[in-house]
């Protein structure tokens, strides 16, 4: 089952375009299609200087010059496929993974990235990575597996009045 969660993921990251880059060739479009740059720029959201930089790479290469634009900042250590990997994992058991429990914490996460992909991530990143690919924090029920809730209440009923202090009466 993991598998093809894996395959889907990888097929669906071959051609994908970044919101940004979406963005882009809806402008170039607009462009091309005579619109003016302050009105391009108030319809995609952004500044008209924007426009304008990207009406500049338009005419020297055309649209495909505007899906090529590279994302800003720092490349990023995994790719879709580890991601995907990194997911099916995540839906496995922890203690399939070696970990004495049935809980994913944000070290067990890094220890395993760690593992798979050889790339080490701080805390903060760890929980980034996770949110991105949609998972959430949960905490864990605060009660024990052998818990006997009709013993708890009948303890509850029977023996906790009775080990409970009364009020004094008051002296007259």
């Not at 740059?37 to 790479?57: D, F, I, S």
Request: charged share 30%; with cysteine; aromatic share 6%.
């Amino acid at each position: 089952m993991s598998s093809g969660l894996v395959l889907e993921n990888i097929g669906m990251a071959q051609k994908r375009l970044s919101e940004a880059a979406k963005k882009r060739v809806r402008a170039g479009r607009m462009l091309l299609s005579g619109k003016g740059c302050a009105e391009v720029a108030l319809a995609v959201g952004v500044a008209r200087q924007t426009v304008y930089t990207w009406k500049r790479l338009l005419d020297e290469g055309g649209i495909d010059a505007l899906r090529s634009v590279p994302d800003p900042g720092r490349p990023a250590q995994l790719d879709e496929a580890q991601l995907a990997a990194l997911r099916a994992t995540l839906l496995q058991s922890p203690t399939a993974h070696g970990f004495g429990t049935e809980l994913w914490t944000l070290k067990r996460v890094g220890a395993v990235i760690e593992r798979m992909h050889g790339v080490r991530f701080g805390q903060t990143q760890v929980w980034r990575i996770l949110g991105a690919m949609g998972f959430s924090p949960q905490k864990p029920e605060k009660r024990a597996i052998e818990r006997n809730d009709d013993a708890v209440r009948a303890w509850k009923r029977r023996t906790w009045p009775a080990l409970k202090k009364k009020p004094r009466e008051k002296a007259a």
